[in-house]
């Protein structure tokens, strides 16, 4: 990964770079919202016991200890803490916390930090953002969730300085009910070995099956079915060519021909039913999504989710739910390593009001409070160095403008990347909208 | 602390009172950008060295640890990482690594969670969130510096729904300058006695100046500064009157003044030189800053910091720089739990689109649609339960339209706290201004 960082698996950006960051964060905020996602935030920290109810990715956490506890006893500390790995764990809990302040189905958008202590040799981030949505419900959820919520991860990218992307999408419940019919027991593993379809290729997968039992002829059928997709209702037949046939691959078949239907009308070819697409994760019971970037497939998926029927239960309830997660740093890495999209400038100011000598630096204040009022970004030139000094000091941080205040009080602002220079009046003077504020275009 | 949490010292909110957070963290940004500081964030994580560079709060740190390293040997581990305690060290350290790629004076917010291992007992917050601003040179920064950054700040605490605050300055200098004037050599135990001056009193404060060897003689003048305050010039006569001077003195006041000056054009009121303003950390130089909310001064400083001349060195260069942090969470903690602000609803939704039936819930989306294209946050109903059920779940959010779709196709939008319901086209209608999002207002 390209991402400056002095600490491995730790990217950090210059000025400029957050700049393009943040407004990547904005307007992906900008999308949940006009959807009706409510912003939540959870702490950074859960239980080490509420982080590993999810075996799996237990490995990957970072534990934390109060450094005056160091060396001590173990059962003299308190519970063992841990930075959550991702949004999914720590609303879960948060839902079940407060299921009774909040209305269902309840939808939430968060965007927050998250930590996993991988191997620093494999490259991968440490620390990165996710911006995740999530549509749960108290006891039931309604299937026409799963339709919307790629519509609105497919709305949300497509204002990002990013090439189109191709939403993948399966259903769990073709995959469970063709294993039930070609008397395949072990679901799981049957997941397990297609989700690796793309890394170890169809030779690699069938000897993995044969490998957990599996017959010749169900691992035959199993990649038959992996090896179908496409946008319309043609891969639905496809599928049902096969001649397994069960209630549970109707209902599946059905609601993937209700989201490429819905999605022909909305974003049409951003969808695409795949039967490869497995998700790891046991817990999906339902539509599974994945999403590629055209022209950067390597990046693997940049958006994942599905549907779960439990996404926490305390015994007496259950919140069946819908969510997809976006891995935030790594998309905005690639943008930055390629230049895909570049900030107008590094700061967010838009006026600098050059300062005479230092005995008159409150008239330039005062040019500045008058532009501020008025919503314009204004600095104040640090030093009464030459005018020649102060327009390089703006041009270094692609400031646009530079106002000045001749000994005789009159007052003149010049736009530095034309050089045209003009009499403004501090209670009137209007940049142009575009250069209000810092924007963000698709680089070269 | 009034906040909710599961696990003490670790804040959550509600979807309601996230949106008054959030409000308060977009203004905060708007006014920060306003005056051109950039945005920046550093990871969570710093070297345990780097952390302890600064010896006295290394207690505080949480170290982090693999989950799969722990009860292996310290020497098999990664050299040791803790979390941030606070956006100072970890900007400090940023500025050494990328100096190259800034420009100077380097002007930038940070707002970012931050974490201390406090004692639970305390009632004080483990994590919390803090709102930086820094001006940092390279080799010099002006003292003008030094007065914006106050200004600043009343500026972006005016524009959120607290009471006015007042900002609290001092000078070291003059602190300085008058322990030389009057013999004592260890400023630094003057000052720390001196800062605690609210919380035992001049008594108290006397007591452990003598424990520390201080003359009598040398605890009153001290005293007796600490105990002078004002807005305006005649405190500075009243610290001359005191009778001790020294050029360090002269430059302290003549600094004091000039604030005071400028505070009283830009913020009449709102500062005020208080003598006894001594801040604990001992790399501050010049003025210092902490900030009294009205009516709740139990709270302490809401926001403090100062002019340091050396943020960060690496022996060949040195940055000098003053700035400021506003305690965020605890200020968003007691706005809550006054009811200080509360907002108008708990989502973002300003329209829910009924749904007559599923069989036209496509009708629904298509109107949700239109009005989301023109920047109208809009939900469809999740169910088609009878229309009163369909109000009660657009009320129980706050969401003040609910858009209905009549059996002969005619469009109708009603503002469920009038009850009023027009014909609307979903083309054209828009909602008053003020309900398109939600707002922020001051509680009863």
Not at 22 to 36: A, M, V
Not at 74 to 82: A, F, I, M, S
Not at 187 to 195: G, M
Request: hydrophobic letters at 35%; aromatic letters at 6%; a negative charge.
């Amino acid at each position: 990964m390209p991402a400056r960082t002095s600490l491995s698996g730790f990217p950090e950006w210059l000025p400029a770079e957050r700049i393009v960051e943040q407004s990547i964060l904005d307007q992906l905020r900008e999308t949940f919202e006009l959807h009706g996602f409510a912003s939540l935030e959870t702490r950074a920290v859960e239980t080490l016991e509420e982080l590993q109810r999810k075996g799996e990715t237990s490995k990957e956490v970072y534990i934390l200890e109060r450094l005056q506890d160091r060396g001590q006893d173990h059962d003299k500390k308190e519970r063992p803490l841990g930075l959550h790995f991702d949004l999914t764990v720590p609303f879960a809990r948060y839902v079940l916390e407060n299921a009774g302040n909040l209305t269902f189905p309840f939808r939430r958008y968060q965007i927050q930090k998250v930590w996993r202590g991988e191997r620093p040799q494999d490259g991968r981030f440490r620390e990165f953002t996710q911006a995740d949505i999530d549509i749960v419900g108290n006891g039931t959820l309604a299937f026409h969730h799963e339709v919307e919520i790629p519509l609105v991860i497919i709305e949300a990218l497509s204002k990002l300085p990013i090439p189109p992307v191709t939403v993948l999408v399966n259903n769990r419940k073709v995959v469970q009910g063709f294993c039930e019919g070609i008397g395949v027991e072990d679901v799981e593993q049957a997941l397990r070995s297609i989700d690796k379809l793309d890394k170890i290729g169809p030779e690699g997968v069938a000897a993995e099956m044969r490998e957990f039992g599996f017959a010749q002829e169900q691992v035959d059928r199993l990649l038959e079915l992996a090896s179908l997709s496409g946008d319309d209702e043609k891969v639905l037949d496809d599928v049902r060519a096969l001649g397994v046939s069960n209630e549970l691959i109707d209902e599946g078949l059905e609601e993937l021909g209700a989201l490429l239907k819905a999605a022909a009308k909305r974003a049409p070819h951003r969808v695409r039913a795949d039967l490869k697409i497995a998700r790891g994760l046991d817990y999906y019971t339902g539509t599974v999504y994945e999403t590629m970037l055209e022209g950067h497939e390597d990046l693997g998926s940049i958006c994942s989710g599905g549907r779960y029927d439990s996404l926490a239960s305390d015994g007496k309830r259950s919140f069946p739910g819908v969510g997809i997660s976006i891995g935030v740093s790594r998309l905005v890495s690639r943008i930055l390593a390629e230049d895909l999209a570049v900030a107008s400038r590094s700061v967010p100011t838009c006026v600098l009001v050059a300062v005479m000598n230092e005995d008159t630096r409150e008239l330039s204040d005062d040019v500045a409070f008058e532009l501020r009022t008025r919503g314009i970004p204004t600095e104040v030139a640090p030093s009464s160095a030459k005018f020649g000094k102060q327009i390089r000091h703006a041009d270094r941080r692609g400031i646009p403008y530079v106002w000045f205040i001749g000994e005789d009080g009159a007052h003149e602002v010049k736009d530095i990347r034309s050089g045209d220079q003009v009499p403004a009046d501090p209670k009137t003077w209007e940049p142009p909208a575009e250069d209000l504020f810092p924007t963000v275009k698709p680089g070269e």
